[in-house]
């Protein structure tokens, strides 16, 4: 069975007038000719709007293919990701996602692992990757972690205390 390829005659990928309606990123990955990593670094760079519909069933539009050719356009021009940012913000294609002052809201965990020292982890981690992060802020904790009996200065240099 030969795989299936969206390459038109002329080179490009398939057009967003093509495009249905709503599809999932691998489609859209497919449509566009690029990995679906690459769809989704550039919608945290800003230069590509976030799915139509977030989670499991994240969908896509045909707005979100005109995009990836437009970016895949200017790259070719040279440009650098911080230019064709620039490019769609000032012809109001920009990724539709929030600006860059004002984050999208995220929900944090602040963990203290030592008086003094609190770490922040963002609170959607995977699961696989949530218990790395635990097993490394144990190990920091345990290192950090005051001693019950704090030794003196010159017990920590190695002398001895000869006062009565």
């Keep these: 069975m030969a795989d299936r390829d969206d390459t038109r005659q002329d080179g490009r990928h398939e057009s967003p007038a093509d495009a249905p309606r709503e599809m999932p990123l691998a489609e859209l990955a497919r449509r566009a000719g690029v990995p679906p990593r690459t769809i989704r670094f550039y919608i945290s760079r800003g230069l590509l709007p976030g ?30 990701l911080a230019q064709v940012r620039s490019r769609l913000a000032a012809a109001g294609r920009e990724g539709g996602g929030p600006a860059p002052s004002l984050p999208e ?19 959607d981690l995977p699961a696989a990757r949530l218990r790395e992060v635990r097993a490394a802020l144990s190990q920091l904790a345990r290192r950090l972690a005051p001693d019950t009996a704090p030794a003196s200065t010159d017990e920590r240099n190695g002398k001895e205390d000869d006062t009565p």
Excluded: F
């Design 51 to 80: 799915p139509l519909r977030r989670g499991r069933n994240a969908a896509y539009g045909p707005a979100h293919l005109e995009a990836l050719e437009e970016i895949r356009r200017l790259r070719a021009q040279g440009l650098t």
């Design 105 to 123: 809201p995220s929900s944090w965990w602040h963990l203290e692992v030592a008086p003094g020292v609190v770490v922040q982890v963002r609170a």
